[in-house]
């Protein structure tokens, strides 16, 4: 099965927003970002979410895993599911994931995220009409934000990230 863009300007567009405005500043923050899933095509997301791997339908993530697509308003967008490996040793040893969120939320200019329980893993997307909306499966299950503008009476939660 390939998973080759498409549309590779367009996939090539919007990965490189990802990568300079979300994943290089993180890297650059908290050190090594661990991308666990990035791209992918058509028929591998189509394939994922008809044998229950976790990927949304193909119309779901046009604009999401699937770069190459616009999204159903038209708009363009790129999501990667990694980790932090610096924030996933704190959250196994009982960080809360919403530290790591706020400090998302207040310093990239994220499109959304969604946050899972195994090792703090987030999806984090570039949209270029973000929603900033946080969402997460880790217990209590909630969504923290949604369009809030950023917050800076909760950088307490972050105490002791490296600096910005």
Same mark, same amino acid.
């Not at 095509?41 to 604009?63: D, Q, R, T």
């Not at 893993?121 to 900033?132: G, L, Q, T, V």
């Given at each position: 099965?390939?998973?080759?863009?498409?549309?590779?300007?367009?996939?090539?567009?919007?990965?490189?927003?990802?990568? /300079? /405005?979300?994943?290089?500043?993180? @890297?650059?923050?908290?050190?090594?970002?661990?991308?666990?899933?990035?791209?992918?095509?058509?028929?591998?997301?189509? !394939?994922?979410?008809?044998?229950?791997?976790? !990927?949304? &339908?193909?119309?779901? @993530?046009?604009?999401?895993?699937?770069?190459?697509?616009?999204? &159903?308003?038209?708009?363009?967008?790129?999501?990667?599911?990694?980790?932090?490996?610096?924030?996933?040793?704190?959250?196994?040893?009982?960080?809360?994931?919403?530290?790591?969120?706020?400090?998302?939320? @207040?310093?990239?200019?994220?499109?959304?995220?969604?946050?899972?329980?195994?090792? !703090?893993?987030?999806?984090?997307?570039?949209? /270029?009409?973000? &929603?900033?909306?946080?969402?997460?499966?880790?217990?209590?299950?909630?969504?923290?934000?949604?369009?809030?503008?950023?917050?800076?009476?909760?950088? !307490?939660?972050?105490?002791?990230?490296?600096?910005?």
């Amino acid at each position: 099965m390939k998973n080759i863009p498409e549309t590779t300007d367009l996939a090539m567009e919007v990965g490189k927003r990802l990568f /300079e /405005e979300l994943l290089e500043p993180l @890297n650059a923050t908290f050190g090594r970002v661990a991308v666990r899933s990035a791209y992918r095509s058509p028929s591998v997301n189509a !394939c994922g979410n008809e044998n229950g791997h976790g !990927c949304a &339908s193909n119309e779901g @993530n046009y604009a999401g895993h699937i770069w190459d697509r616009l999204d &159903s308003d038209g708009k363009k967008g790129a999501t990667a599911f990694i980790v932090i490996p610096w924030f996933a040793d704190r959250f196994a040893d009982g960080a809360d994931w919403r530290a790591l969120a706020y400090w998302i939320h @207040n310093h990239l200019p994220y499109g959304d995220l969604y946050f899972h329980p195994k090792l !703090c893993a987030f999806n984090i997307r570039w949209h /270029e009409k973000p &929603s900033r909306t946080i969402r997460s499966y880790i217990k209590p299950a909630s969504e923290l934000v949604d369009g809030e503008p950023a917050n800076l009476t909760v950088t !307490c939660v972050y105490a002791g990230f490296p600096m910005y």
